[in-house]
């Protein structure tokens, strides 16, 4: 059973990959409006960031193909440690997973610094139910988990998720593929303000069969913020609207 729950108040967070690996205190971030903050994503061995064309604007949002570039789970930890001790926030590390041993093998270790009381755990878009339900039970043990699935996933993904032991399951952004100015086609996720309606109607339908769920993408108001929490969500992940530099004073 977690050592934590999974109590997020205020109702409102970062996404993984928006405001770097560890709050920066000397931003101007109001981090009170906050109730916990996620990691850049981290995977076990250090990856550099994709080549090629990483940016691509379209009516309404942009499509960014990264690769997920980190130093590694190691590196990360001995950088990070003691800032996630020092947070003024609860830490929920995001895990990139793969392997159920070695997600289990990093979790053991997070376990054991203070001021961490979750996991994300990112999985592969074309990921598999009895893959998920693995990397879940690797997961589970005394720190909440929220197993972060593709937008595009199935209600029995979700549920083998939570019959393994999450908490939660949170949305990530959308794939999409668009030209280049050459002509080149470019895949990866989507963001911005176009992406709010498929996030809501997704939100909806986990309601309906009862499946709890941190909501984002594409969130760029407090009124959509709100209509993610009208629609049941435990709380709101923000992304691409922290990227413009307009702190969150709109949220409060």
């Known amino acids: 059973m977690a050592k934590y729950d999974l109590a997020i108040n205020p109702p409102l967070m970062n996404a993984a990959g928006s405001l770097g690996f560890s709050p920066?205190?000397?931003?101007?971030?109001?981090?009170?409006?906050?109730?916990?903050?996620?990691?850049?994503?981290?995977?076990?061995?250090?990856?550099?960031?994709?080549?090629?064309?990483?940016?691509i604007a379209f009516p309404g949002g942009f499509l960014l193909h990264t690769g997920y570039p980190n130093p590694g789970f190691s590196q990360v930890l001995r950088r990070y440690a003691r800032q996630w001790n020092r947070s003024p926030l609860p830490v929920i590390v995001h895990l990139l997973a793969h392997d159920p041993e070695e997600v289990a093998g990093m979790v053991r270790r997070?376990?054991?610094?203070?001021?961490?009381?979750?996991?994300?755990?990112?999985?592969?878009?074309?990921?598999?139910?009895?893959?998920?339900?693995?990397?879940?039970?690797?997961?589970?043990?005394?720190?909440?988990?929220?197993?972060?699935?593709?937008?595009?996933?199935?209600?029995?993904?979700?549920?083998?998720?939570?019959?393994?032991?999450?908490?939660?399951?949170?949305?990530?952004?959308?794939?999409?593929?668009?030209?280049?100015s050459s002509g080149e086609l470019v895949q990866g996720r989507c963001y911005g303000p176009a992406v709010f309606p498929l996030a809501l109607r997704k939100v909806q339908e986990l309601k309906?069969?009862?499946?709890?769920?941190?909501?984002?993408?594409?969130?760029?108001?407090?009124?959509?913020?709100?209509?993610?929490?009208?629609?049941?969500?435990?709380?709101?992940q923000l992304d691409s609207f922290l990227w413009r530099g307009a702190g969150i004073r709109q949220f409060k």
């Open 24 to 55: 920066d205190l000397y931003s101007e971030m109001d981090w009170s409006a906050f109730g916990a903050f996620i990691t850049n994503p981290v995977s076990r061995a250090a990856r550099t960031p994709a080549r090629g064309k990483h940016f």
């Open 110 to 180: 997070l376990e054991a610094v203070e001021g961490v009381v979750g996991l994300e755990i990112g999985v592969a878009n074309d990921a598999r139910e009895e893959h998920v339900a693995a990397l879940t039970q690797a997961s589970s043990a005394e720190l909440a988990v929220v197993v972060r699935l593709p937008m595009e996933c199935s209600p029995e993904l979700a549920q083998a998720a939570l019959q393994a032991g999450a908490a939660a399951i949170s949305l990530a952004p959308p794939r999409g593929t668009c030209p280049t």
């Open 208 to 236: 309906q069969l009862g499946i709890p769920t941190i909501g984002g993408c594409g969130v760029y108001s407090q009124a959509q913020a709100d209509a993610m929490l009208s629609a049941g969500v435990l709380a709101v």
